[in-house]
């Protein structure tokens, strides 16, 4: 199971190694019921611990994203390795409407500057 | 040198991606080509398993002094692709939402070749390199 | 010249004073003739030689194939040069062939001619430049640390497909090894920028993006900004600036620093 951390108001999750489908679509909906639970304004996934990204996987990330923002949370995807960049960019299959950073610290930075405007409230 | 994975679970399709990085790693060539067959390699593997339920891969070094070449060959007894021209279009899927599979690998390999006919699947792919040493 | 001079040159045989092999054959590949050269690379005597088809006795790599220089110009009535490797004092070396087909005076093609030259050191400079060149590739794709998160690629000469990919996976490494907010790929240096070339740069934007980072393209000449939108290459949500000057101001002004004058 992959776990999810909860920090300061964000959910935190790490992808890593050879995940199966049935876990990947399992964390999915885990993630998606953690937000509602927790009431999360930020999610960040880190996925330096991928080496291949798949159309299935690239796919799943997407719509994680895409839901976690249509339940009023911020993503922000991170760490993806260079040649994993490639290989997508070169399938046509970009991650479309997904904030990135370079690595965990830096994702974690703009994970705040996304959410701080709220943060006043 | 050649090498048979057989398809029939998810973890075989796991093994066989890094089976194909970890011979083009010793086979010298480079991350990005070892991540670009391992990813095509997902992709078909998946279409086997979803639509043939089970199949083989096939990794096969054919080097010589000019050049590294890694041939994958996936094959199943599955339905067989009926219309190859419409699977080879970007957003075509008759499953359920996986539509980048077969054009996306395409574009990851030098080489890349369907035969097909009710019963029976053949996908070959290759990757080749100028050998540098 | 004296005609005695003259005359004595032509009196001797030219065939067999040729520096390198000279040989026909009939339409069966018999030899018909080779000269002293060719008798001395194969250390063989005419007598050895005579009669016997020419594939038995240079054993090319070409030979019995229908890439055989002498049967593709009999074929086709025209002169075919083809490079081949044969022995040579016992030893294998690299060389040219050229055959022309032989007629008789009907015009009916009824052998072939072939010349045999040495090219081992062409090859040799061949490789050497093929070294060269591929020394030169690596040199010429330095990924410059200019500020903290900020990299400058300055792109110089000739991008090809493959050097092209050696940019693109040098650059997307560089980034995440430097942490790099910022890449700048320069394009002063690069005299022509071509569909393919364009669509390259286009995909490092997008990868470079996906990691996290912005790309900045600069240094568009005249004529590559004119062949560009006459391609109709869409550069529309990728950054550019005319001079890697602008560029270096904009990638500063991205990390939230900024070029000021000093005044005391």
């Not at chain 3, 005076?105 to 045999?116: M, P, V």
Request: glycine share 8%; aromatic share 4%; net charge negative.
């Amino acid at each position: 199971m992959i776990p999810i951390l909860k920090l300061k108001g964000i959910l935190l999750s790490s992808l890593q190694g050879d995940l199966t489908d049935n876990e990947v679509l399992e964390y999915q909906s885990r993630m998606l019921n953690m937000l509602e639970k927790t009431e999360a304004k930020g999610v960040l996934i880190d996925i330096t611990g991928l080496d291949i990204v798949d159309s299935f996987m690239a796919r799943v990330i997407n719509e994680t994203a895409n839901m976690a923002r249509i339940m009023g949370t911020e993503v922000v995807l991170c760490g993806m390795q260079p040649m994993v960049a490639l290989t997508l960019v070169e399938m046509g299959r970009e991650l479309i409407g997904v904030q990135t950073a370079l690595n965990l610290d830096k994702g974690f930075d703009k994970i705040l500057i996304l959410i701080g405007s709220e943060k006043g409230e | 040198m050649s090498k048979r994975i057989p398809l029939q679970t998810e973890s075989d399709l796991l093994f066989a991606r890094q089976a194909a990085r970890e011979m083009m790693r010793e086979m010298g060539f480079g991350s990005a080509d070892q991540t670009r067959m391992a990813t095509a390699i997902s992709e078909l593997a998946r279409n086997v398993l979803k639509y043939a339920g089970e199949g083989t891969c096939t990794l096969i070094d054919e080097q010589d002094e000019r050049e590294m070449v890694l041939r994958v060959v996936v094959e199943d007894n599955g339905p067989g692709i009926t219309n190859i021209d419409q699977a080879m279009e970007d957003g075509f899927t008759t499953g359920n939402g996986l539509g980048a599979g077969l054009p996306g690998a395409k574009r990851l390999v030098n080489n890349f070749d369907i035969a097909s006919e009710p019963g029976y699947t053949k996908i070959t792919m290759e990757i080749r390199r100028h050998a540098n040493k | 010249m004296s005609t005695t001079v003259k005359d004595e040159i032509m009196g001797i045989d030219l065939k067999q004073a040729i520096p390198t092999p000279v040989m026909a054959v009939d339409k069966d590949f018999n030899i018909v003739f080779i000269n002293a050269a060719g008798c001395d690379w194969l250390g063989k005597e005419w007598e050895e030689i005579e009669g016997k088809k020419c594939y038995d006795v240079i054993e090319t790599t070409l030979c019995n194939t229908k890439k055989c220089v002498a049967r593709k110009a009999m074929d086709e009535n025209t002169k075919i040069t083809a490079r081949n490797e044969m022995k040579c004092y016992g030893k294998t070396i690299p060389v040219e062939i050229t055959s022309s087909p032989l007629k008789d005076k009907k015009g009916n093609i009824i052998g072939g001619l072939e010349y045999i030259v040495d090219i081992s050191h062409s090859v040799k400079m061949e490789n050497e430049l093929r070294t060269q060149t591929q020394t030169i590739l690596e040199l010429s794709t330095p990924v410059i640390k200019i500020w903290d998160g900020v990299l400058l690629l300055p792109l110089v000469g000739i991008v090809d497909t493959m050097r092209a990919q050696q940019i693109i996976e040098n650059l997307l490494n560089s980034i995440v090894e430097n942490e790099a907010e910022v890449a700048i790929l320069d394009l002063s240096g690069v005299p022509l920028v071509d569909t393919a070339v364009a669509k390259h740069i286009i995909k490092t934007v997008n990868a470079a993006k996906m990691l996290g980072a912005e790309t900045i393209l600069t240094g568009f000449s005249p004529d590559v900004a004119q062949t560009l939108v006459t391609l109709g290459v869409d550069l529309n949500n990728i950054i550019t600036c005319g001079s890697l000057k602008t560029g270096i101001s904009k990638a500063l002004n991205f990390i939230g620093k900024k070029v000021v004058s000093y005044e005391g």
